[in-house]
């Protein structure tokens, strides 16, 4: 397992500033990876960090007959667990709005442009 190491901070799971170990946050992976024949191959693994997710996907393709080999290029992508929902007069009045700083107004802009 993945272990997140704190040293001289503030742990933001025990509040400890010396060393401590915690087991990092699991997330949600899609690991995939183009074959030769260009087939993309995709599996969904539980993991704490990149190279754990490659690992699990890795042991997957390989019970199922698909190694993508040592020259294989795997794609990891970390799902987020936040999902937020909002309505298209919701989103058209954001952008009719003022704009809070010139970053803000800047972004409104692209985005009136794309619709």
């Not at 997330?27 to 191959?41: E, F, K, N, P, Q």
């Not at 995709?42 to 042991?59: C, D, F, I, K, N």
């Not at 795997?74 to 919701?90: A, D, F, N, Y």
Request: charged share 20%; hydrophobic share 35%.
């Amino acid at each position: 397992m993945h272990y997140g190491v704190y040293t001289g901070r503030l742990c933001h799971l025990c509040n400890a500033t010396e060393t401590c170990y915690h087991p990092a946050p699991m997330a949600s992976c899609v690991v995939s990876y183009l074959d030769t024949s260009g087939i993309r191959h995709t599996v969904e693994v539980e993991a704490s960090g990149l190279y754990e997710a490659a690992a699990l996907a890795l042991r997957t393709f390989r019970q199922h007959d698909c190694d993508p080999g040592v020259m294989g290029k795997l794609e990891v992508e970390v799902r987020s667990t936040i999902t937020h929902t909002l309505t298209v007069q919701r989103l058209q009045s954001w952008l009719d709005g003022g704009a809070k700083n010139p970053k803000e107004a800047v972004l409104k802009e692209r985005l009136r442009e794309l619709l």
